[in-house]
Structures are given as C-alpha cells and as structure tokens.
C-alpha cells in the first residue's frame, strides 16, 4: 500500500450538477445547505474524482450529508465517524476523505473518538458542524449550547458553559484547527482547500445556523461581532467580507496566540494553527507493512514446529 | 519400585502466580512430546497480574492429560497433585476435579510458618480420602531458590514430576536449555539444573510409585499450538490485511501475535481507543475493499452491538471474534464459559439474524477465520466466530495443518466447509441494495447509511420496502441454514439419549460418548460447529432419539433453558432440557457427562 497520492483530476470535469444527489431533506434556510455547497464547490474547483472520494457522517441533521454528494458515502451511526473514516484511510489511503460531525457527535457522544482522532492524526478532513445543539432529535441542550439557551431538555436555559471546540482541539494537540461559518461560502470553500491539502487530521469548526428551533443564534447579516485571522500561510479572507469587519494578522504556527483567540468571547475565523510535522498514525502503520521482511506464507506453521 | 502402565493420567502442578508454573508445564509438553506422547494442557490463570502470594486467588498452575491416544479435551480427574503449599492445594480442592485415590505431593516448606494452615489442610485431604505425600525441598535447593530471589522452586518440581513420569533425565534438561537457553547466563542456567537434578533426585529416593504412558511414533511434521495462536495465524492464512481490536482477557492474545507476525504478511494492526471504535475501523476497512477483524470478549462484545446492526443494515462484511470468557459483566475473565451465544445472535436492537460459527478446537481455530470471510463476503452479513478461554489458551501437539492461503473467497477448498458441516453456497442471492461497489470502482459511487434503503440504496421510509429489507436479510441467514449438512455424530444413528453441544464441549461429548459405548450406556452426541443457523435437517435427527439433552458451560435451571436449549426447543419444538447447564468456569468432564446420563436413564 502507498501511503498518499495526490489526487488526479476527472477525466470529464465534474460540475456541482454530477455532484448532486437528491433534494437535502433539511429545513428551509439551514446552515446544513451552506456547509455541503462549500464542500461541492472546492470538489469541482479541485476535480476530486467522485469515485475516489468519501464522505463519512454520524447521525443528525450533519449525518445526512453524505447523502447528498454522489460520492462514495457511509452515513454511520450517532458519535463514530472517526473509526470508519480510519478504516477507510488504513484500506485505502489514496481515496480523498471527508469527515463530517455535529456538535453532538465530536463534542459528546464521538468524543472520546475525536481525542484519538486528532492525536493519531490519519489524512482526512473533519468538518464539524456546529449548530450549539441537538435539532434533529427537536432541540435538546448540547455541548456547545450557551449558557441559559433554554431548550426542551434545559427548558430553564443551559446550565453549564458551552465546552470550546478550538480551545478542545487545540488542547488535544490538533495539527490543524480552522474556524470557518456556513454563511460565508468563500470563505468555507477556502478553508477546504487548505484543510485538505493539510498532511493530517484537519479540524475545521462551522458555525451553522439552525433557523428552525434557533434563529436568533448567529446574526448573518451583520459581520461586527465576528474578524478574520490572515496569513500567507493561512486562510484567505472572505471576499465579500473582508473590508466590513476586522481582519487579524495571525502565524498559523504560534500555538499560544491561537488559543488566546480561540478562548476569546469574540469569535475569529480563520486558520489558528498549523503543524505539517505532526507523525501520521496512518503513514507509520503503512510503513511498518512496507518496511517489513516480508515472510513466505506457504510456511506460516513452520516456527510451531516441534 | 512400581512402574504402573496407563493409557491416560492427568496431573497439576499448582504455585503461586509469577512462579514459573506454567513454565515448567511448557517444558514438561516439550518432552512428552518427544517421547511420542499425546498431551493436552491446559494452563490455570488468575485475572490479577500477580495477587499476593500465599493467598487463594495467587492460584496458578497447569494441568496435563498425558494418554497414548489421541486427547480432544483436558479430561475427567486428576490422579496426581504436586502443590507448591497448602493454600493453592486447599483453593484447588474446591473445584472437586480429582479422583478418589489421588495423590498428593505436597511442598512442606511453609508448614513452621504456618502449622495450623498445614493442619487443617492435611486433614480436609484425610477426609477426602486423599493420600498425602509431604516433602521438603533438599537444603541445597532451598539455598539456591534463595540465590535466584525466589525463582527456580518450578524447576524442583519439575525435577519431581519427570521421575514420576518416568521420563529421561537428560532429554528433559535438554528441554530446559531449549527454553531458557538464550535468556538465563551461564552460571544461572546451571543453577536451575542442579534444582532440577534435586528434585528428580529426591522423588527417587521419597517417591514409590512411578507411571509409565505408552510412547507413539508420530509421522509428519508436528506443531505445538494454542487456539488464540492457531485463530491469529488463521486471520493471516484467511487473506485478512486488517486487525482492529481492544485488549480485553482473553482475547488479547490474538492481537499480540499479530502484533509480532502480520506486518511480515501484509497486515496491519490497529489497537483502537475503544471496542467500539475498533469495530468501526474494521467496518470502514471492509467496506473500503480490505477485508478486516475484530476480536474481543463479552464486555467487548456488549460494547459493539450497534456497529453489528449497522453493518447488517449498510451491508458491509465483518467478522467479529468473541472469545468468550465468565459473564455477566466482567464475570470472571479467565474463566471458560460458553453463554455469549445469545448476546452474538440477539444482542442488538431491531431483530435481525446473524451467522455464529463456534471453533470446537485449535484446528477449527485456524478455519473459521476462512469460513468466515467467505460468508461475510458472500452474503454482506456479520459473522461471528465464537471461542472460548478453554479453546484460546490450551494447546496441544498437532500434525502440521494444510493451509489455504486466501486471496478470493472463492478459492475456499472444500475441505474447509466439510469441517464446518456445510457446503458451498449456491443460486443467486440477494441483497437488499442491488449495487455494491466498493469506493474507488469508477462510476460505482453509492451511498450506505444505517436508515432502511430500498433496493437502489435511497432511504425509504415506506412500509413495504422495510419489510421487503428484513425479508431478504433472513433470506441470506436461509441460504446458510439449506448449505449446512448434518452436524458431525457420535455413536449410533437412533439411540435413548442424544446430547447436543456445540464449540469446545466437542472433545468432551466425544469422550463421554465413547465411554458410553464402552459402559453400555445408550447414549449418542452431536457437537454443532455452524451454531447459528441450524441445519434443516435438525428436526428428522432428533426425532430418531427418545431423549435429546445438551451439554454447555453456561447456567441452565428447571425455568430458565440454557442458552442453546432455548433456540434447540424454540427450533424444533422438541423438549429439550440441558443434561449438564453449569457456569462454574470449568470444562465439562466426560465422566461427569456419562454419570448424568446414566441418571437420566435410571
């Protein structure tokens, strides 16, 4: 097995159209529609071949996506993405692996998945659709909920402070941790492009609008309460957006600057942190089969020989 | 001096845990082996590292049937004990695994210490009508265990046993040098070879009565091999590039030989963050083209039942290993049971079937990971492959097996599937999705999901197509249940009593049915390897024996059928009841299987 190719391009270009499957059974104005329109746009900008390409899902609204690329997809169950995507980059490391997650299946129920995930740092780009709760189950608290946002489960508002995504990914020593939002498609497709020409496990939180159990969460129209980190190194700008808010000088490489921005009330988007250095648990697997002695396997029973 | 001929004796040597027990039965394995002898061992294990010493959870030790045929299970009772102290003798003495004229060679080392712990033993033996043999390890080695920390008191009584085993003193040392050779220095090794001297020296002179087991040329090549091994090199036999696991007792042993071997072959081993994690990586394996296995136990297997279902509903291969140990819970875990036969077939939500193959032996241990691949593969169901701690950690001296070495599932020769009693599968089968290309096949690409699909694979919610879902998954468990042949028979055709096993009670069901013939008792046994589905034949074969009882090492009461009771009679509709239902964490013991059933015909 190798251990990474560079993906080739289509044969016939691929447009958004081939990408589509079915109708997205989401409601009407869903951050969901954003973050897959992002995904789309950078396959066709990069001609991913879509037969060389998986999209691996848990369960919510975020679970679906996979069913709405025509790629290869594993929609899989509530929590542990994480595994199957590893068991697809061990068997197959030249396929081109998407990772999608909610905030219920990275923060709570996958969490222990993303820990490892992060820390054996396989190829793959984890997309984390945080939406700051449960919406497909109809509105429960989740780890990312603010504090006393009342919902059926908390109805007198959250009780606890929502856990931080980037600090969590940053904590757990992320190779790669992007912030990025499902209303400013620039910007999410080119954080794609970075994430996935990052050697390793790519961490990229969306702020995703639920519009309909949370509608007052996120104020698309206005970009005041939100900047932009830039670098040469890191992720451009929103077009659209870049002269109505701040935009951050900020080293992709300076871990401790990007936790301060990461547990910052404001919220940043853009590239906190970067190490391409980081060992591949994927690549060291790989090369423990291909440096190997090989053995004869017509005499695998030999060393049991009395 | 009496040298008694027996054609099949079986003895313990019992210590504390960390004392080389084990040790010394691998080296006593070595040289009946090359005496030409049939041996059967297995190894006594507490769950803790090393419990204090002294105590009667410290129990470690091995128990060898030694016998001049060929030996399929660890026997009845035991004729000999040689126990370190009275603590681990009185422990063992619990499980009531000895005969009524067993001797005892007992190590009177600690009686000073601990005269009325010595005192109370001695007498519980009196009363059981056991003789006692007490002995004092020379002050020689007594000197030289101190030397050592403590270490080499295996190797006296090693020294012991092969006087009484009436074995070459030269040949065993050789045998010692074999297995200490490159790790002990030069004066250490020596050291450990006077103890051994001692100890054959003093059961000369203290010991009066000596065995003699009748010694066979063997043909061929011979390996010695224990079923957690025979299981790994299987994996890698069976074409399988991924291992996906979790440690958990007593499985893990299939992850660490692969550890060392696989790479070697082409195979990768993942150690996962959890068994639930570990399940799905080998599920993303498979379903990317590499096929891939899981090992665990109950625990384990509990922890991963909603990968199973999703797995049956995306239609993805998955073999899944549960080597099973005491349950509930964590129950005891090195201890053998067979109950996890329920949790593997039924253990996940939303009823649907699975295939459950059960190894009765290290041989099966090593073709079931074959077996396995070519269900999986063919029918996109998960398959199961349960063994036991009685089955992973014995092990025994076997001619050199045939392998296969797998590539496509349709080079499976048929003597695999003769062993397992089925045949090759036929006609055409259906999958609940038409399409199943593996991601990178061009044009191929799909989507699976664990929602229910209709047949071009788009979700549906639609109440015909979720039961046209279930119908054609039980239809593949059908193809399996008309593909199997008659379970493997012993004795007659028709007779009073059949008793029905399956996995590892196999040797012990053999046995016991052989003795039966011998004894004149009117009994005949069936050991089934595919243990879910059943054969359609199942119902005919019953009905040609007045009584069918099974046999199984999990709990059975007048209310609750045992585990494999339960489907038999819910199957059948024949009232089956267990003969022997016992959850004791022991083997079943063929003389206790003929005594029950001579009860029964009373």
Request: hydrophobic share 40%.
């Amino acid at each position: 097995m190798t251990t990474d190719t560079l993906s080739k391009p289509a044969p016939v270009p691929i447009t958004i159209k081939e990408l589509n499957t079915e109708n997205p059974r989401w409601c009407a104005g869903c951050g969901d529609f954003g973050i897959i329109m992002g995904l789309k746009r950078f396959i066709v900008d990069r001609q991913l071949i879509p037969s060389q390409t998986v999209n691996v899902s848990g369960i919510g609204c975020s679970g679906r996506a996979p069913n709405y690329f025509n790629t290869y997809g594993v929609h899989s169950i509530h929590g542990r993405p994480i595994p199957i995507a590893l068991g697809v980059a061990l068997a197959r490391p030249d396929l081109n692996l998407f990772v999608h997650a909610g905030d219920g299946d990275a923060m709570s129920i996958g969490g222990n998945h993303l820990i490892h995930g992060i820390n054996k740092n396989f190829k793959c780009v984890f997309l984390m659709y945080d939406n700051e709760m449960y919406a497909l189950t109809k509105n429960q608290t989740s780890p990312t909920t603010r504090q006393n946002h009342p919902t059926n489960t908390q109805p007198q508002g959250s009780y606890l402070n929502p856990l931080n995504p980037i600090t969590v990914a940053l904590g757990l020593g992320a190779s790669f941790v992007a912030s990025t939002a499902d209303w400013i498609p620039d910007h999410l497709t080119n954080t794609m492009k970075t994430a996935f020409d990052h050697p390793g496990f790519a961490f990229v939180h969306i702020s995703q609008r639920c519009p309909h159990f949370d509608p007052n969460n996120f104020d698309h129209k206005n970009s005041n309460w939100f900047s932009f980190l830039k670098h040469p190194n890191g992720i451009e700008p929103d077009r659209r957006l870049a002269d109505k808010t701040e935009v951050l000088e900020h080293d992709p490489s300076n871990l401790a600057q990007a936790f301060q921005y990461g547990a910052a009330e404001r919220r940043y988007f853009g590239l906190f942190f970067q190490n391409k250095e980081k060992p591949r648990y994927d690549v060291i697997l790989h090369n423990l089969v291909d440096k190997a002695v090989k053995k004869d396997p017509s005499k695998i029973l030999d060393s049991f020989l009395v | 001096m009496s040298l008694e001929k027996r054609p099949v004796t079986r003895f313990e040597l019992l210590m504390d845990a960390g004392t080389g027990a084990q040790k010394a039965g691998d080296i006593l394995l070595g040289a009946f082996v090359a005496m030409g002898q049939y041996v059967y061992v297995e190894p006594m294990i507490p769950a803790e590292i090393s419990p204090p010493a002294r105590s009667r959870p410290a129990l470690s030790g091995v128990i060898i049937r030694l016998a001049d045929f060929d030996v399929t299970n660890i026997g009845n009772d035991t004729d000999l004990i040689l126990a370190a102290h009275e603590i681990v003798l009185d422990r063992r003495l619990d499980d009531n695994e000895f005969n009524a004229n067993a001797k005892i060679l007992l190590d009177m080392g600690d009686q000073e210490a601990n005269p009325d712990s010595y005192e109370m033993v001695l007498k519980r033996c009196t009363k059981l009508g056991l003789s006692v043999i007490p002995f004092n390890v020379d002050p020689e080695s007594q000197t030289i265990v101190k030397e050592l920390g403590g270490k080499g008191q295996n190797l006296h009584y090693l020294g012991m046993l092969s006087y009484i085993y009436n074995m070459d003193e030269e040949m065993v040392q050789k045998e010692i040098v074999k297995t200490f050779g490159k790790k002990l220095k030069e004066d250490i090794m020596a050291k450990n070879v006077t103890l051994y001297h001692n100890g054959y020296q003093l059961a000369k002179e203290k010991v009066f009565f000596r065995y003699e087991v009748q010694s066979h040329k063997r043909d061929g090549e011979q390996i010695l091999i224990d079923g957690n091994t025979s299981m790994s090199m299987g994996i890698i036999d069976a074409g399988i590039k991924l291992y996906s696991g979790y440690p958990i007792t007593p499985a893990s042993s299939i992850m660490h030989t692969l550890a060392k071997n696989f790479p070697a072959y082409g195979g990768v081993v993942h150690q996962a963050e959890d068994e639930i994690a570990a399940i799905g990586t080998a599920i993303g394996s498979y379903y990317a083209g590499q096929p891939a296995v899981t090992a665990t136990s109950g625990p384990g297997l509990s922890l991963k039942q909603e990968f199973i279902g999703f797995a049956t509903a995306a239609e993805i291969p998955l073999i899944v290993i549960d080597v099973q140990r005491s349950g509930p819970s964590t129950g005891m875990p090195t201890k053998t049971e067979q109950s996890d036969v329920l949790a593997a077939l039924c253990g996940s939500h939303g009823d649907y079937t699975k295939i459950i193959i059960g190894v009765a032996n290290i041989i099966d241990c090593f073709y079931a990971p074959h077996l396995a691949r070519y269900l999986t593969e063919k029918l996109r169901v998960p398959v199961f492959i349960l063994s036991d701690f009685q089955t992973a950690n014995s092990y025994k001296v076997l001619a050199k097996f045939p392998l296969v070495q797998m590539k496509n599932v349709d080079d499976i020769p048929d003597f695999v599937f003769d062993r397992f009693h089925m045949k090759r599968l036929t006609g055409p089968i259906e999958m609940v999705k038409t399409q199943q290309t593996t991601p990178g096949a061009e044009g191929g690409m799909r989507r699976i999901t664990g929602l229910n699909t209709d047949e071009n694979g788009k979700i549906s919610y639609f109440s015909d197509n979720h039961q046209r879902s279930h119908a054609v998954r039980n239809e593949k468990i059908h193809h399996v249940r008309r593909a199997l042949t008659t379970p493997e028979m012993f004795g007659k055709d028709s007779n009073e009593v059949l008793i029905v096993g399956w996995g590892s009670s196999r040797g012990a069901i053999e046995e016991a049915i052989y003795m039966c013939e011998k004894n004149g008792v009117p009994a005949s046994g069936m050991n089934l390897r595919v243990v879910y589905p059943f054969p359609l034949m199942l119902k005919e074969i019953f009905a040609k024996y007045k009584k069918v009882m099974t046999v199984e090492v999990a709990y059975g009461d007048a209310l609750k059928p045992s585990p494999l009771a339960l489907l038999l009679r819910s199957e059948t509709l024949k009232d089956i009841h267990p003969l022997i239902a016992e959850a004791t964490g022991r083997p079943l013991r063929p003389r206790i299987i003929m005594k029950k059933i001579q009860e029964v015909l009373k």
